[in-house]
């Protein structure tokens, strides 16, 4: 598997968007069938997959004469290249199963990285990850990205999960590894603001309150705003990722540095256990 030129997919799909501009929804149906349809590992329907990149970061299909420019870039950069490189640096590093990569423009990829409403975005599933990029996103941000969406992918893998069935603590879990694996990687700048988003006992009261009692709530839509927390609710913005990362950065103080590819197959209940946030949840059966 490894990164799939994706390159003349998205020429083909601007070629096809300038031969239907007299129909404004034309470009939609155009990177449905240009841009997801050829993906086989996702495991969706090509409108499902879509509508699920778009929330994520994809390119807007309105944005389409943008994106043989940004291509053009991206190539001449040799961000494909970089891909594959770092990704075959993990796989060896983790011991990680074959995955499918696949690089698209990030939305607003033509504006500056201070003006885009997302700078660059990654997701996983269980056999293939996406990277939307701009041409600006230096190499280690590429790498950094890669490596935390990989990451997600090489645990799943050693746990056996569908991503439907995760526990809120294994999402949590998910998360911390991943950053911590960028963090272990390429150095502590490369890491995401949201691990240091607030402050430590606010954190843990929160746990306490919120997180405890919903640690084998199931379902990635219920999970979100345990993950990005609530705008008006108890949950503060990105609660769920800090905490995430504080039980594994806590672990690894508690119990001595293990290697990514030990942590990768612990349980969630052993990893939160031996870290700052006590599974308080046990003593409540």
Known sequence: MAVKNTRPWLDDFVEACKKETIHLQQPYQQQQDYICKPVTEAGVSAEELQSILLKNGLFEPREWRHV?????HLERKGTWGVAAREYRRLKRKWQGPETAIYIFPVAQCHLPARRRAIVKSGLSFRRCLFLFLAPDVPDIEIKALLAHEYNHICR????????????LKEALVMEGLAEYAVKSLYGEEQMSQWVKHHRGEDVRQVWKREFVPALELSGQENHQPYLYGERRGRLPEWIGYQIGYEI??????NHGEDMMQELLKKPANQLIADSDFPLEYRKKK
């Open 68 to 72: 043989a420019k940004a291509a053009r």
């Open 156 to 167: 799943l893998a050693r746990m056996g999960f569908r991503t439907d069935e995760l526990p």
């Open 248 to 253: 594994i950065d806590s672990y690894q103080r």
